[in-house]
């Protein structure tokens, strides 16, 4: 049986007489049968970069070191579905580890988050590499001091708007976020739910930190209120507005640029509301106990170099680029903007001509799941209450309407007592209490809202009568 004996693998002969039959079959043997390194990563980033940044690793990974590696992503929902189901994993195995090497996209703060709770592991890239990259732009900083998180891409955020909706039903221009408020615009407005997108809830964060806490949420009250429904990923938004299902969208610069790109920039706009956003770093970092270390640290490597960089922003086709999606975001390095921008698929050097708010990250970070809360229990949870009390408001006449918006813009918590919460949010007990509490609240006043509109609406036309009489005898 060609030549193999039963003898033992070890004697000298039977080794020899295999070696040609091993080279045979090796020869024939797929590739995918062939014994893989592994890398695990999480990511709420979409189809194309994942597409990318595997295939060019892997053929970095194959040319540096003659080995295969497998990556396997772990699609489990956006960023702060993918904290709740880290922070789980964690705790299920003692804080020991969650069975994934790498945490790849989601802005800035979740990794200070995991940063806080120990579940990251620090890492120093080569000195070609880390030399390179600067500790932040426009004020925002891009790497933990202890080198535990970097930014891997950078992020703003603005609106996508379907030109042809607008001029079409003659929609109100929108050009910053409280635009978005005005009443015109009711069902013609998208959002993700921020609970399910770290990208949108970063968007609500820098309302309320740009506006103030009272301005800030008069506004987010006021275009949820206009809000179509809430989704559960931050892309599905942009896809409403391409299809015309809406007229305007909140979202990260890549999902706006992604389908003002495809569906062309004479259907489509995606603008970054002027000094009204900010520049934000899009983390990677190393899990703690991630099962393929030295394959984590490659890759993070990678993702940091040129070479990775360059990923982000050379169109598909061209040298360095992609292959098969144009990604469209924005490099952490500054030496990619030079030249002729115009080449790049984003045309603007965000360490000469970004605006950006003074944005807290600390602050932000030691909030957001309060923020999170807050936001589900009186916004979206009982988004039916509240879309019913906004559209009842603006049936009355101007000058109706201020007492009952004035109730409907407060916040539901002051910034202080927010604060205060977030001290001890992680009481499973008293969270599930405040969380109720907020939601009984706000279904209180919506419905106390839609009420008293309905009543204010009937009393108005009561006491017109001559009008009313007249109108019905002016076709007889």
Same mark, same amino acid.
């Given at each position: 049986?060609?030549?193999?004996?039963?003898?033992?693998?070890?004697?000298?002969?039977?080794?020899?007489?295999?070696?040609?039959?091993?080279?045979?079959?090796?020869?024939?043997?797929?590739?995918?049968?062939?014994?893989?390194?592994?890398?695990?990563?999480?990511?709420?980033?979409?189809?194309?970069?994942?597409?990318?940044?595997?295939?060019?690793?892997?053929?970095?990974?194959?040319?540096?070191?003659?080995?295969?590696?497998?990556?396997?992503?772990?699609?489990?929902?956006?960023?702060?579905?993918?904290?709740?189901? $880290?922070?789980?994993?964690?705790?299920?195995?003692?804080?020991?580890?969650?069975?994934?090497?790498?945490?790849?996209?989601?802005?800035?703060?979740?990794?200070?988050?995991?940063?806080?709770?120990?579940?990251?592991?620090?890492?120093?890239?080569?000195?070609?590499?880390?030399?390179?990259?600067?500790?932040?732009?426009?004020?925002?900083?891009?790497?933990?001091?202890?080198?535990?998180?970097?930014?891997?891409?950078?992020?703003?955020?603005?609106?996508?708007?379907?030109?042809?909706?607008?001029?079409?039903?003659?929609?109100?221009?929108?050009?910053?976020?409280?635009? $978005?408020?005005?009443?015109?615009?009711?069902?013609?407005?998208?959002?993700?739910?921020?609970?399910?997108?770290?990208?949108?809830?970063?968007?609500?964060?820098?309302?309320?930190?740009?506006?103030?806490?009272?301005?800030?949420?008069?506004?987010?009250?006021?275009?949820?209120?206009?809000?179509?429904?809430?989704?559960?990923?931050?892309?599905?938004?942009?896809?409403?507005?391409?299809?015309?299902?809406?007229?305007?969208?909140?979202?990260?610069?890549?999902?706006?640029?992604?389908?003002?790109?495809?569906?062309?920039?004479?259907?489509?706009?995606?603008?970054?509301?002027?000094?009204?956003?900010?520049?934000?770093?899009?983390?990677?970092?190393?899990?703690?106990?991630?099962?393929?270390?030295?394959?984590?640290?490659?890759?993070?490597?990678?993702?940091?170099?040129?070479?990775?960089?360059?990923?982000?922003?050379?169109?598909?086709?061209?040298?360095?680029?992609?292959?098969?999606?144009?990604?469209?975001?924005?490099?952490?390095?500054?030496?990619?903007?030079?030249?002729?921008?115009?080449?790049?698929?984003?045309?603007?050097?965000?360490?000469?001509?970004?605006?950006?708010?003074?944005?807290?990250?600390?602050?932000?970070?030691?909030?957001?799941?309060?923020?999170?809360?807050?936001?589900?229990?009186?916004?979206?949870?009982?988004?039916?209450?509240?879309?019913?009390?906004?559209?009842?408001?603006?049936?009355?006449?101007?000058?109706?309407?201020?007492?009952?918006?004035?109730?409907?813009?407060?916040?539901?918590?002051?910034?202080?007592?927010?604060?205060?919460?977030?001290?001890?949010?992680?009481?499973?007990?008293?969270?599930?209490?405040?969380?109720?509490?907020?939601?009984?609240?706000?279904?209180?006043?919506?419905?106390?809202?839609?009420?008293?509109?309905?009543?204010?609406?009937?009393?108005?036309?009561?006491?017109?009568?001559?009008?009313?009489?007249?109108?019905?005898?002016?076709?007889?």
């Amino acid at each position: 049986m060609l030549g193999i004996s039963a003898r033992r693998v070890g004697h000298s002969s039977v080794t020899l007489a295999a070696l040609p039959i091993v080279t045979f079959l090796l020869q024939f043997t797929p590739l995918s049968l062939i014994a893989l390194d592994e890398l695990i990563i999480v990511s709420p980033h979409w189809e194309g970069i994942q597409y990318e940044f595997g295939l060019a690793f892997e053929e970095h990974y194959r040319s540096k070191t003659g080995r295969r590696v497998k990556i396997r992503w772990r699609n489990i929902g956006g960023t702060s579905t993918i904290q709740k189901a $880290l922070n789980a994993e964690f705790d299920q195995t003692g804080g020991r580890t969650a069975g994934i090497d790498v945490f790849f996209g989601g802005g800035m703060d979740p990794f200070e988050a995991q940063l806080k709770l120990g579940q990251l592991v620090a890492h120093t890239p080569p000195e070609h590499i880390f030399s390179a990259l600067p500790a932040e732009v426009a004020g925002a900083s891009l790497r933990d001091p202890d080198n535990h998180y970097f930014a891997a891409a950078l992020s703003s955020f603005g609106i996508l708007e379907n030109k042809r909706v607008v001029e079409k039903l003659g929609l109100p221009p929108v050009n910053t976020w409280k635009d $978005l408020a005005r009443p015109e615009l009711f069902s013609w407005v998208s959002s993700a739910d921020p609970r399910k997108s770290g990208s949108v809830h970063m968007i609500y964060e820098i309302i309320l930190q740009f506006y103030g806490w009272e301005k800030g949420w008069e506004i987010i009250l006021g275009f949820s209120g206009n809000v179509r429904s809430f989704l559960q990923t931050s892309s599905a938004p942009t896809k409403e507005v391409s299809v015309g299902d809406v007229a305007y969208a909140v979202t990260i610069d890549i999902n706006g640029m992604t389908q003002q790109a495809f569906i062309g920039p004479e259907n489509l706009r995606f603008f970054i509301p002027r000094g009204v956003s900010v520049i934000n770093g899009d983390g990677i970092a190393i899990l703690k106990g991630a099962p393929n270390l030295d394959m984590a640290r490659e890759f993070l490597n990678f993702v940091l170099s040129e070479k990775g960089q360059r990923l982000w922003m050379i169109p598909r086709g061209q040298p360095g680029g992609p292959v098969k999606f144009d990604i469209s975001r924005m490099s952490v390095l500054p030496q990619l903007y030079e030249g002729d921008l115009t080449q790049l698929l984003v045309p603007i050097n965000p360490f000469r001509e970004a605006e950006s708010i003074a944005f807290n990250n600390s602050l932000s970070s030691k909030r957001w799941r309060v923020i999170d809360g807050l936001i589900g229990n009186t916004i979206i949870d009982v988004h039916s209450h509240l879309r019913r009390a906004w559209r009842e408001i603006h049936s009355l006449p101007i000058e109706l309407r201020s007492e009952l918006l004035a109730e409907f813009s407060a916040p539901f918590a002051t910034e202080n007592e927010i604060n205060e919460i977030a001290t001890w949010w992680g009481d499973t007990v008293r969270r599930g209490r405040q969380n109720n509490a907020w939601m009984a609240t706000a279904v209180r006043r919506y419905q106390h809202i839609t009420d008293k509109a309905r009543r204010l609406r009937r009393d108005h036309l009561a006491a017109q009568p001559t009008d009313r009489y007249l109108v019905q005898n002016t076709g007889s």
